[in-house]
C-alpha cells in the first residue's frame, strides 16, 4: 500500500485514510448482533429483543464505536507502513466528500523530530566534589543528641535561653482585633530552634517564668498566613514555664542506644561516615547529572512536537493541582493555573527527554541488568532490612522502569562527562547539603 503523507508544518503531517463503508457497516452488524444476545429490554426475554430494538437503542453508540477502531487501526497501519514516528494522537477529521462506496478522513498528527548532537568534545561542564570530614560527623552527632534530649524544669528566677523549652500562653491582635490562628494556650516550642519568626523568639528569651509581655511583630510579606502577610500584630505573652535541656553525652551508651553493632563511639561516628558518605555520593550524582545534562541539551538541535509538550504540560499542571489538594488547599481542584506557568519546564522536559533518548540509541546507553541490580542493593544498603527494600523493588514493575529510567540517566552523564572539557570544583559538605 503507498501512503501519500503530506508535510503541512516542521513535524506536522497529514495523511488521508479510506475505508470501504461495506466493512463498518459489516462490523457494526456483528457486533449488534452479539449485543442482541445479552441485552435486557423490558417487554422482552434475555437473547430476544428484535434486531430492529437493538439496532435503534444501540446502533449510533456501535458505530462510533467501530468508525474509532476502524479509523484508529487504518492511521497505524498508514503510519507503519510510511515508517513514520508518530509523537502524540492523531487529530482525524471526516472528509467531505470521498470516493464511492467509501469513508475518508483527513488525519493530521505530528512526527518526532530528527535529533542532532554536536560534538560533545566542545561542551564544557564544571563537575564537584567533596569530603565527609570531622565536622560534618560532629554536625551529625549533635543533631542525634538533640533528637534524644530530655528536659528538667528551670528554678524560678532563671531566664529562658537558646536552647530551652519553654510553655507559653499568647493572644495576638491587628488593630485591636483578633486574629484566626493568633492565639493560644500552654504552647510549647524551643527557643533559637526557629519554630516561631524571630521577632517572637526573641521576645520570649530572658523571660521567667510568671512573667509577662507586650510587644509588636511585623508579619513578612511573603508569610504563609495571607490573611495577616506583611501586617503587625501586637501580642501578650505570659511565660508559664522554662524547661533546661539536656543532651546526652557522645559516649558508648550514646552508641549502643543507636543501635551500632560494637557500641562504641568510633563504631558510631564510623557508621555516621558511612551513611553521610552515601548521600554525599548521591548529591554530587545529582548535581554534576545536571551538570552534564545542560551540556548535552545545549549540544542539540532539533524542533519540539507541541503534542508532547502540551501533553507534559497538563501532567504539571494535573500534578501541581494534586499538590494543592494534598495541602488542604480549598477548592484546589478548581484552581487556575496558567499554561505558560509551567511551559518552559515542560519545553525543557520534552527537549532533554528527546535529546537523551538519541543519545541512548546511538551510543547503546541503555540500562543493563547488573546495574539495575547493583543500583537497588545501593538504595537498600541504607535500610535496617535491605533484602525487604530489594524485594519491594523488584516486585512492582513500575518501580523497576523507574530505576531502570535512573541507571540510563547516569549512563549518559558518564558518557558526556567522559567526552567533555571537564573543570573540577570542590565544595564543601555544608554547600552541597544545603546548609551553607
Given amino acids: 500500500m503507498t501512503v501519500n503523507v503530506e508535510t503541512l508544518d516542521k513535524l506536522e503531517r497529514k495523511i488521508t485514510l479510506t475505508l470501504p463503508a461495506e466493512v463498518i457497516q459489516s462490523e457494526v452488524a456483528k457486533r449488534l448482533k452479539r449485543l442482541a444476545r445479552d441485552v435486557k429490554m423490558d417487554g422482552f426475554r434475555p437473547g430476544k429483543v428484535p434486531m430492529n430494538v437493538v439496532a435503534q437503542r444501540y446502533g449510533y453508540s456501535v458505530h462510533y464505536e467501530v468508525m474509532n477502531d476502524k479509523v484508529g487501526e487504518a492511521f ?80 524560678q528566677d532563671q531566664a529562658a535561653q537558646d536552647g530551652d523549652r519553654v510553655t507559653i500562653d499568647f493572644a495576638g491582635k491587628i488593630d485591636g482585633e483578633p486574629f484566626e490562628g493568633g492565639k493560644a494556650d500552654a504552647f510549647q516550642f524551643i527557643v533559637g530552634d526557629g519554630q516561631m519568626l524571630k521577632e517572637f523568639e526573641d521576645a520570649v528569651r530572658g523571660m521567667k517564668s510568671g512573667e509577662s509581655k507586650t510587644f509588636p511583630l511585623a508579619f ?9 502577610a506583611g501586617k503587625t500584630a501586637d501580642f501578650l505573652v505570659t511565660l508559664n514555664k522554662v524547661e533546661a535541656a539536656h543532651l546526652p553525652e557522645v559516649d558508648d551508651v550514646l552508641a549502643a542506644s543507636l543501635g551500632i553493632a560494637d557500641g562504641t563511639v568510633d563504631g558510631l561516628r564510623a557508621d555516621i561516615k558511612k551513611n553521610l558518605e552515601r548521600e554525599v555520593k548521591f548529591r554530587l550524582q545529582a548535581r554534576n547529572k545536571q551538570a552534564a545534562m545542560d551540556a548535552l541539551s545545549a549540544k542539540a538541535e532539533l524542533d519540539l512536537p507541541k503534542s508532547v509538550v502540551q501533553a507534559e504540560l497538563e501532567r504539571l499542571v494535573e500534578g501541581a493541582l494534586a499538590d494543592l489538594k494534598q495541602r488542604g488547599v480549598k477548592d484546589a481542584d478548581k484552581a487556575s493555573i496558567p499554561d505558560d506557568l509551567f511551559r518552559p519546564q515542560a519545553e525543557r522536559r520534552v527537549r532533554l527527554g528527546l535529546v537523551v533518548a538519541e543519545l541512548v540509541r546511538a551510543n547503546e546507553l541503555h540500562a543493563k541488568p547488573e546495574q539495575i541490580k547493583s543500583h537497588i ?12 527494600v530489594v524485594r519491594w523493588y523488584t516486585g512492582d514493575n513500575r518501580r523497576m522502569a523507574e530505576v531502570e529510567s535512573i541507571v540510563i540517566e547516569n549512563n549518559v552523564t558518564e558518557f558526556v562527562l567522559s567526552k567533555a572539557k571537564i573543570t573540577d570544583k570542590s565544595v564543601s559538605f555544608e554547600e552541597l547539603m544545603g546548609q551553607a
Fill in 220 to 228: 513578612p510579606e511573603d508569610y504563609h498566613g495571607k490573611d495577616v
Fill in 76 to 155: 497505524a497501519t498508514a503510519a507503519n507502513e510510511a515508517q513514520l514516528r508518530v509523537a502524540g494522537q492523531p487529530k482525524i477529521t471526516e472528509k467531505e466528500e470521498s470516493p464511492e462506496g467509501h469513508l475518508a478522513f483527513d488525519a493530521v498528527f505530528e512526527v518526532y523530530p530528527d535529533v542532532k548532537i554536536d560534538d560533545l568534545t566542545t561542551a564544557e561542564v564544571e563537575k564537584v566534589s567533596s569530603e565527609v570530614n570531622d565536622a560534618a560527623i560532629d554536625r551529625t552527632l549533635d543533631i542525634l543528641r538533640k533528637q534524644r534530649r530530655t528536659f528538667a524544669l528551670r528554678a
Fill in 377 to 388: 542493593e545501593e538504595l537498600a544498603a541504607s535500610y535496617e532490612k535491605p533484602a525487604d
